[in-house]
């Protein structure tokens, strides 16, 4: 969950190194080309909030439904319930800084800059708060359009007709854990995950300690040792998650961090902290862990 101010702009992402060069560009437009939709297509899914879109395309893809509402101000409590705050548009993520939308594949600095921060200004001055959910959560929220049965259907045999669009989507990495329960266990529980994944697989749990961020990624906030990540490593030296196996260098780039090291004493002091300053809260997040890998990978 971030709440970003509307009066802040978007960091890019890019520097001379990294941004792509105009034959670069010239590929992108080539394939935001190839995988757009009919522009009545989207003005109908705009019309509402692009929901049934999102819901369609989640059940598809596998990645996680978000919610950007708008804000009347920025509290670092998140304490301003949803019936005060605006709904902006539902639109599908993954777990890093790629977004899905009815307009085509996204980077988050551009999806805020150019869909989210238009729609939030219309509504005065404040923020934006990001939130994520399950499907079936979308019934009991203040949005402006519920999501429909038949526009739902309707949305995914157009994804799917559009192959272009689908398959440039990343895959998600097995084991498919529910991407909300995974999205549970990226921050703040991630050490009750991977304790729980070294118990049942026997692989060694560690954390990730940053030492450089990826340009724009400075601002993140991370323990003061560094912690931002736990996971296990296999034999082959990849690391697994609740988003699954993958290579740690991607992993810790989900969380913008360009260099990092590896720690057992960080993970189990991290493990420790939380079994005794938070015991019920690691307790049920260990347990319900197990029930996710148990259910899913095992």
Not at 141 to 157: H, N, Q, T, V
Not at 187 to 211: H, N, P, Y
Not at 218 to 226: H, K, P, T, V
């Amino acid at each position: 969950m971030t709440v970003t101010s509307l009066n802040s702009t978007a960091q890019s992402a890019c520097t001379k190194d990294m941004c792509p060069v105009e034959e670069g560009k010239m590929g992108q437009a080539k394939l935001k080309q190839r995988t757009a939709f009919a522009p009545e297509l989207v003005e109908e899914w705009e019309s509402e909030d692009c929901v049934n879109f999102a819901v369609a395309l989640a059940r598809l893809t596998g990645w996680l439904l978000h919610v950007d509402w708008w804000v009347p101000s920025l509290d670092p409590d998140n304490n301003i319930s949803l019936e005060r705050c605006k709904p902006l548009r539902v639109y599908v993520a993954d777990n890093g800084f790629g977004v899905f939308d009815v307009r085509g594949l996204r980077s988050v600095d551009d999806f805020n800059a150019r869909t989210i921060r238009p729609l939030a200004v219309r509504h005065g001055p404040g923020g934006v708060r990001t939130r994520y959910y399950v499907e079936s959560r979308l019934e009991s929220l203040p949005l402006r359009f519920r999501p429909d049965s038949a526009k739902i259907e309707s949305a995914a045999k157009a994804i799917e007709a559009n192959t272009a669009y689908l398959n440039s989507i990343p895959k998600r990495t097995p084991p498919y854990i529910p991407a909300a329960d995974a999205a549970d266990y990226t921050f703040g529980r991630c050490a009750a995950f991977a304790e729980a994944l070294r118990e049942q697989t026997g692989l060694d749990a560690v954390a990730l300690l940053a030492v450089r961020f990826k340009p724009g990624s400075e601002g993140m906030r991370f323990g003061s040792d560094g912690f931002f990540h736990s996971l296990v490593l296999h034999p082959d030296g990849t690391g697994e998650d609740c988003w699954g196996k993958a290579h740690v260098d991607d992993i810790a780039g989900r969380f913008g961090v360009a260099e990092y090291r590896l720690s057992r004493e960080a993970h189990v002091s991290a493990v420790s902290n939380l079994q005794r300053t938070s015991t019920e809260r690691y307790e049920a997040a260990f347990a319900k862990a197990k029930e996710l890998i148990q259910t899913y990978r095992l």
